[in-house]
Antibody
Framework: EVHLAQPGAEVKKPGESLKISCKGS????????IGWVRQMPGKGLEWMGV????????RYSPSFQGQVTISADKSISTAYLQWSSLKASDTAIYYC??????????????????WGQGTLVTVSS | QTVVTQEPSFSVSPGGTVTLTCGLS?????????PSWYQQTPGQAPRTLIY???SRSSGVPDRFSGSLLGNKAALTITGAQADDESDYYC??????????FGGGTKLTVL
């Protein structure tokens, strides 16, 4: 069974750095794209970016390019989302999810299938 | 920047049928956008309902179906139940690895 494990919550102050994780299990982590989604309080879902852990190919939404960094360590089946200097407006739930499909021996990031439970990031002084 | 549009809210009677749509601020949605649909109830992670326009995700009841309707993608719920009351989001693949969510539709069953 595919499982994506995320920490439940992080509390930080403005200006601090943060790196949250998403550990995959139950499938070949190296082959499938992992995407990140933001949900600000009371708001909708926003697609942030995606990474292919096998070769670290990373794509960002123009809205998030330069604001966050997505990375992965395939040796421990874990993807990351990080900030160098948090702002109060970064307060949100962040979900990771596996993107599909896979055809002809390669996987593409067209849609999500399995989701993590989300990490609530609170940035407050 | 292209915006993905959804109805902000919709209501349906129990047992009724409702169709939610997903469009583009410019242009038409086609299968090459690989439209997908997600359901989210308060306090929960999203759940995948439909992918690639009309394929149902594992475990999703067959009262949920996806299609193209005119120049939009559509999610139809047939025989709505009380626990279908949720937020529904569509997502479109824009190419070059980039996807965009619509603003979401809040569905009320009453």
């Amino acid at each position: 069974e595919v499982h994506l494990a995320q920490p439940g919550a992080e509390v930080k102050k403005p200006g601090e750095s943060l790196k949250i994780s998403c550990k995959g299990s139950g499938y070949n982590f190296t082959s499938y794209w992992i995407g990140w989604v933001r949900q600000m309080p009371g708001k909708g879902l926003e697609w942030m970016g995606v990474i292919h852990p096998g070769d670290s190919d990373t794509r960002y939404s123009p809205s998030f390019q330069g604001q966050v960094t997505i990375s992965a360590d395939k040796s421990i089946s874990t993807a990351y989302l990080q900030w160098s200097s948090l702002k109060a407006s970064d307060t949100a739930i962040y979900y990771c999810a596996r993107q599909l499909p896979c055809t002809g021996g390669y996987c593409y990031p067209y849609y999500f299938d399995s989701w993590g439970q989300g990490t609530l990031v609170t940035v407050s002084s | 920047q292209t915006v993905v549009t959804q109805e902000p809210s919709f209501s349906v009677s129990p047992g009724g049928t409702v169709t939610l749509t997903c469009g583009l601020s410019s242009g038409s949605v086609s299968t090459t956008y690989y439209p997908s649909w997600y359901q989210q109830t308060p306090g929960q992670a999203p759940r995948t309902l439909i992918y690639s326009t009309n394929s149902r995700s594992s475990g999703v009841p067959d009262r949920f179906s996806g299609s193209l309707l005119g120049n939009k993608a559509a999610l139809t719920i047939t025989g709505a139940q009380a626990d279908d009351e949720s937020d529904y989001y569509c997502m479109l693949y824009m190419g070059s690895g980039i996807s965009v969510f619509g603003g979401g539709t809040k569905l009320t069953v009453l």
